[in-house]
């Protein structure tokens, strides 16, 4: 398949000032993951500049392997029991006034990695009581008490990501399923805390497949999305189909926001964690 040249509007600024050279030091000096680099993120250099990077935990080596994320998968190391305290310790450095902290999937663990995320969100608090956390968990394949149990340490916000539309799903997502990822979605809200989604678009995904999932989202309680572009990792990742145009993202966020979310960031270049403190 020829591949499509990318347009002006998804050009990326690199960082490369003082605020960018520190932050890549303390994530570096603390054997921190950041879905920032293991991601590809286009905003790295914007985020870094400002002092603010998207942790994630349980390693860096996933058990999933979807067609669309950079993130190695295979079989992941034991998790580090340093690794909450150090992740603390990393926003306490930065100053930062709001974290973001994401994770692999790790299907090989008897809770899915769910306990670990608990110890992370304790020690941020703990060392941070003034930082507002903001979580983006895996399915759990879809188990409610392992939801529960993560929803049960307060977070400030809790995202978990339907990536693209119903139909496509099962091309681009390895195990996850679009009705699991919506209960996990609908069981935040039950307990009480504020959810968040997101999706990339550029897949071959139709207008009306968007506005759709935007109100499985509604129906589910979640009304803060971000929207952004799919950008291919390498040549061996899902192909993109179509450049979005900074209008078309205009437009999902003026439809999305007259079916009733209360923040939508769309445009090419957003990912999960952009402006992240802005759904709060």
């Keep these: 398949m020829e591949r499509i040249k990318k347009p002006d509007w998804l050009k990326i600024k690199l960082g490369g000032n003082e605020r960018f050279t520190q932050t890549k030091k303390i994530v570096e000096s603390h054997c921190l993951n950041t879905i920032c680099s293991s991601g590809k993120c286009p905003n790295m250099g914007e985020c870094w500049e400002r002092g603010t990077a998207t942790f994630m935990i349980a390693g860096d080596v996933c058990t999933r392997s979807c067609k669309f994320c950079n993130t190695l998968t295979g079989k992941p190391l034991p998790l580090d029991k340093s690794e909450p305290a150090h992740v603390a310790e990393s926003i306490r ?66 995202g978990h990501n339907m990536e693209t539309v119903r139909a496509l799903t099962p091309k681009v997502r390895s195990a996850a399923k679009y009705d699991i990822s919506l209960k996990v979605l609908k069981r935040i809200g039950e307990n009480g805390c504020r959810s968040k989604s997101g999706i990339m678009v550029g897949l071959g995904e139709k207008k009306e497949e968007i506005f759709e999932l935007m109100n499985d989202l509604i129906q589910a309680g979640c009304k803060r999305l971000t929207i952004g572009q799919y950008l291919q990792p390498t040549r061996k990742h899902i192909p993109v189909s179509e450049y979005v145009s900074p209008e078309i993202f205009l437009e999902y966020k003026t439809v999305g926001i007259s079916m009733g979310f209360s923040h939508i960031e769309s445009g090419p270049l957003v990912r999960s964690s952009y402006f992240a403190d802005k759904s709060l």
């Design 93 to 158: 450095l930065m100053k930062l006034k709001h974290a973001v902290i994401t994770s692999v999937d790790r299907d090989d663990l008897p809770d899915l990695g769910a306990s670990h995320w608990v110890e992370t969100i304790h020690a941020i608090r703990q060392l941070n009581p003034e930082t507002t956390i903001e979580v983006l968990i895996p399915d759990f394949q879809g188990k409610e008490q392992l939801v529960d149990l993560v929803c049960s340490a307060k977070p400030d916000i809790i």
